[in-house]
């Protein structure tokens, strides 16, 4: 399920989501819990703010936004290593050779991800797929998989039985690539990094 970020939400309980509003509405009322928390958080601050109600104290103010920015639950985020960059290594795709895409692959000392860019810069045709493969046949199917800016998350997925997944990388800048293997524990692979 795709999310939204704070910067949306925030527009949202403002009444300036404009477009996005109607999609905001449907994605709170098919029940997603961590966007209505923010939600509910953020109308708390609102309310304080215009003096619908007594204003709540500073401290407590200060511990509703605090509140926010914690809104998710603690995650044990697990960084994972490039090991592989095939634009560090142009050679071996041979002169000639049909262009596979960017092949990146990555590591931690549990699992191994192998992903491939397809698509040039600059084109909003890019895909990012991926397998995931754990080394302790652990595993992998039906995990989230996430694609996250500094603001929001742009795009979201499952893994397939074998661990696969594509997602479309038409949207800028994404940061991070997040694999949530529990719901308290999830991989990181940082992208963008040359
Ligand atoms: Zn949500």
Redesign the pocket.
């Known amino acids: 399920?795709r999310?939204?970020g704070l910067g949306q939400w925030s527009d949202y309980v403002r009444g300036e989501a404009g477009d996005d509003e109607a999609e905001l509405s449907r994605?709170l009322e098919a029940g997603?819990e961590?966007?209505q928390r923010v939600v509910t958080s953020l109308r708390e601050v609102a309310s304080g703010a215009s003096g619908e109600r007594p204003p709540i104290s500073a401290p407590a103010s200060a511990e509703t936004i605090k509140g926010i920015a914690l809104y998710k639950e603690p995650v044990e985020r697990q960084v994972m290593d490039l090991v592989w960059d095939s634009a560090r290594a142009p050679w071996l795709l041979g002169e000639g050779s049909h262009d596979p895409g960017r092949q990146l692959h990555y590591a931690n000392s549990e699992f191994v991800l192998n992903a491939r860019v397809e698509g040039g810069a600059g084109t909003n045709a890019s895909t990012l797929s991926g397998r995931l493969q754990s080394l302790f046949q652990v595993g992998v199917h039906d995990l989230e998989v996430r694609l996250v800016s500094e603001r929001a998350v742009l795009d979201s997925g499952a893994t397939g039985t074998l661990g696969e997944f594509e997602l479309p990388l038409s949207e800028a800048d994404p940061v991070e690539l997040q694999i949530a293997l529990t719901d308290a524990r999830e991989l990181i692979v940082t992208l963008g990094e040359e």
């Open positions: 399920m999310h939204y994605h997603c961590s966007c």
